[in-house]
């Protein structure tokens, strides 16, 4: 109990240590609380209200006694210090984080429409504009990212969130690490996303960047078929699937998005599509206009 008490008191200051200060001093009785809308590792997330300027949020609780373990609390440092300082149209806003006696809140743009995943199991499928459209706009803060030596590690669609005008916004930055030299080997992220490398148990085998174009392609994937490119109900035929490269033969795509997914799912890293070239191919900017050109005629959900 000692430890916990501990670890509850100096909660806050450990995570303003460096980088990390509150953009502003907000308390829990600044805020309405609404709906849960979702659950992750560390905490729950909820909807929330501003009082004084009626400003909708949505709002991460995390228990600090889930914090006492330093690699949990250094996890959230990371992840609180990388998005507050990533401005992207395609990223989750951060606002701001604060604390009581036995919470940790994370304020965070609200978006109404949730999760990628949820929106995908509800429609089974997009159609190869919206998909293209998608990936787009993840493929653009992702480069965002990368030209700041920022690696996510965790792309899917559960940490891609839509918000009212169906704009996706990259989410989640548990795992996420600021890289300089290139020379990551830490096993993370989620099994069906894991990259080739990701998966090299030789630990000689660094993993780069190239570990989110990876996890984009499994997504881009995903959004034209409704299932995981590798996936098998054996995890360890799963991962065979990964190393190999070896997609689903019961799911066909046409020839245009096979080749950008191919590109996108190449087992050498280096050998794998750079993300200007995927947002540059001729077909998949004929896709992003024609999603554009539809949701300025009939809405954004078209």
């Known amino acids: 109990m000692e430890l916990q008490t501990v670890a509850k008191s100096d909660c806050l200051s450990m995570l303003q240590s460096g980088d990390v200060k509150p953009k502003k001093s907000f308390t829990r009785e600044d805020f309405e609380f ?19 300027n009626a400003f909708n949020v949505a709002i991460k609780i ?40 036995d919470h ?29 459209y998608v990936v787009d706009c993840v493929a653009s803060a992702l480069q965002y990212c990368h030209d700041r030596h920022v690696i996510h590690r965790d792309i899917k669609p559960d940490n891609i969130l839509l918000n009212e005008k169906f704009e996706p916004k990259v989410a989640d930055f548990g795992w996420a690490v600021r890289d300089e030299d290139g020379n990551r080997q830490t096993l993370c992220g989620t099994p069906s996303y894991l990259s080739p490398e990701m998966l090299d148990v030789s630990q000689n085998h660094a993993h780069t960047y190239k570990v989110d174009n990876w996890a984009l392609g499994v997504v ?22 990964i190393k190999q490269g070896l997609l689903r033969p019961d799911v066909k795509l046409t020839k245009e998005p096979m080749e950008i997914i191919r590109g996108l799912l190449t087992v050498d890293s280096n050998m794998r599509s750079e993300l200007d070239a995927i947002r540059n191919n001729g077909y998949f900017r004929a896709q992003v206009a024609k999603y554009n050109a539809r949701s300025n005629m009939f809405g954004a959900r078209k």
């Open 104 to 132: 940790v809140f994370v304020v965070l743009e609200l978006c109404r429409f949730g999760s990628l995943f949820k929106v995908l199991r509800k429609s089974k499928t997009f159609s190869p504009h919206r998909s293209a």
């Open 62 to 101: 995390i228990f600090k006694a889930v914090l006492v373990n330093d690699r949990h609390m250094m996890q959230l440092k990371r992840e609180i210090e990388l998005q507050r300082n990533l401005l992207h149209p395609h990223i989750l806003i951060f606002y701001a984080f604060f604390d009581d006696y």
């Open 220 to 241: 881009y994937y995903e959004c034209l078929t409704g299932q995981k490119p590798f996936w098998h109900w054996n995890q360890a035929v799963t991962f065979r699937n």
């Open 34 to 52: 609404g709906s849960k809308l979702g659950k992750g590792g560390f905490g729950t997330v909820y909807s929330a209200r501003e009082k004084k």
